[in-house]
C-alpha cells in the first residue's frame, strides 16, 4: 500500500524555517512569536524575549521584532506570557496607551529603531530620524527600519569617490521609502491581518485559541464568528434559541453556517488536518493568502512586484507569488448530497 501525505503535512514540510536567536529549525505554524518581515522564533526564545521585555519595557513598547524592528502582533506576543506575567505586561502597555493619547490628530508617536528613544512628530514630516540619545545618534529610515548611510559635514568631494557614491545610492533608495510608504503601510496591515480578525462591531482584534468559534468582543461584548467573522445579528442561523449555536446547525451542508470547532471540517473535508492548532494554521494561512490576492489585483502585478522588489515583503513572508495568484483559497470543500 502506498503512503499518502496530506495537503496540509506538505504545506506544513515544506516551510521549515529557522529561529533567528538560536538557528534551530521551527515548522510554519509554530507557537513562537513571528513577525511580518518573516522573522520567528521558537517558543523557548520567544520566552527571552518576554522575559527581555518585562526587564526593561521602555525599550520594547510598542512591541517590535528583535531583528528587523517592525511592530509585533500584539496577540503573537501575548500568547507568550505565562499567568504571573500578565499584570506586569498590562501595567506597562497602559502606560504605553496612554502615551499615545497625547499625540494629536496630525501627529504620530515614532521610535528609533536602534534604541528606546521616541518623539511625537508630525505625519508629513520626512520619514528620517537622527537620534539624539547619547548611547546612540544613528541616522535611520522610519518606513523601512533601515540605517542611513553617514556623511561628514564637508561632503561635497569626498575622497573615496566610489564609496560616496555608495552612500548617495543607499540614500536614494531611502527616498524611494517615502514614496512608497502609503502601499508598504497597507502591505504590512494585511499580513498581519491575515493571523488575526477584527470583531465586526467595534474593529478590536484578536486571535482565536483553541477553543470553538464563538467570540465574545472584550471590548464590546458583541458576539460573533472567528470562521465567517459575522455578527450573531447578521450571520445565518437556524431558527431555534437565537443564539450563536444555532449558528452552527447544519453547517456540513450549508455554505452560509460555520463549524463550531475547525476540527470538524475534516468529517467532510480531507484537506484539513486533525488538530486545532494545524486547522488554525491552514485556517489563517488561507485568509493571509486571500487578503494578498485582494491587493495584488487591485494594484496589478507591476506595481506589486515593484514594492516587494524594494521591501521584500512578500519574499520574507512565507508565501510565493504563485501561492498568492494561484492557490486554491476555497475554505471547505463541500461533498455531493443526492
Not at 24 to 47: K, M, N, P, R, W
Request: hydrophobic residues 30%; glycine residues 4%; proline residues 4%.
Amino acid at each position: 500500500m502506498t503512503s499518502t501525505t496530506s495537503c496540509s503535512e506538505k504545506q506544513t514540510k515544506s516551510k521549515i524555517l529557522e529561529c533567528g536567536a538560536c538557528q534551530s529549525e521551527v515548522a510554519a505554524d509554530h507557537l513562537g512569536i513571528q513577525c511580518v518581515q518573516g522573522h520567528h522564533f521558537c517558543v523557548d526564545c520567544s520566552q527571552n524575549i518576554v522575559r527581555m521585555f518585562l526587564f526593561e519595557p521602555q525599550s520594547w513598547i510598542p512591541l517590535k521584532c528583535v531583528t528587523c524592528n517592525v511592530a509585533l502582533n500584539e496577540s503573537v506576543f501575548e500568547r507568550q506570557l505565562k499567568p504571573e506575567q500578565i499584570d506586569l505586561y498590562q501595567k506597562n502597555m497602559l502606560a504605553f496607551s496612554w502615551a499615545k493619547q497625547l499625540v494629536k490628530e496630525n501627529e504620530e508617536l515614532v521610535y528609533c529603531p536602534f534604541c528606546s528613544y521616541a518623539e511625537i512628530r508630525n505625519k508629513d514630516d520626512i520619514h528620517f530620524m537622527y537620534c539624539p540619545h547619547p548611547d546612540c545618534g544613528k541616522r535611520s529610515c522610519l518606513i523601512c527600519r533601515g540605517e542611513l548611510p553617514n556623511f561628514q559635514e564637508n561632503y561635497d568631494y569626498p575622497d573615496n569617490e566610489e564609496e560616496y557614491e555608495i552612500k548617495m545610492i543607499t540614500l536614494s533608495k531611502h527616498f524611494k521609502c517615502t514614496e512608497l510608504k502609503n502601499e508598504k503601510k497597507l502591505l504590512d496591515d494585511t499580513l498581519e491581518q491575515g493571523q488575526k480578525l477584527p470583531c465586526p462591531n467595534c474593529g478590536l482584534s484578536g486571535m482565536k485559541d483553541e477553543q470553538c468559534t464563538h467570540m465574545i468582543c472584550p471590548n464590546c461584548s458583541q458576539q460573533w464568528c472567528y470562521f465567517c467573522g459575522k455578527t450573531l445579528e447578521d450571520c445565518d442561523k437556524e431558527t431555534r434559541y437565537g443564539t450563536i449555536y444555532d449558528h452552527n446547525v447544519n453547517w456540513e451542508c450549508n455554505p452560509l453556517r460555520c463549524p463550531m470547532y475547525f476540527t470538524q471540517i475534516g468529517d467532510i473535508d480531507d484537506r484539513w488536518p486533525d488538530t486545532e492548532e494545524d486547522c488554525l494554521f491552514l485556517f489563517h494561512r488561507k485568509r493571509s493568502l486571500r487578503l494578498l490576492r485582494n491587493i495584488y489585483e487591485q494594484w496589478g502585478e507591476e506595481k506589486f512586484n515593484a514594492l516587494n522588489a524594494h521591501f521584500h515583503s512578500i519574499d520574507s513572508s512565507g508565501f510565493t507569488m504563485d501561492e498568492i495568484k494561484n492557490e486554491d483559497l476555497q475554505l471547505i470543500v463541500y461533498p455531493n448530497f443526492s
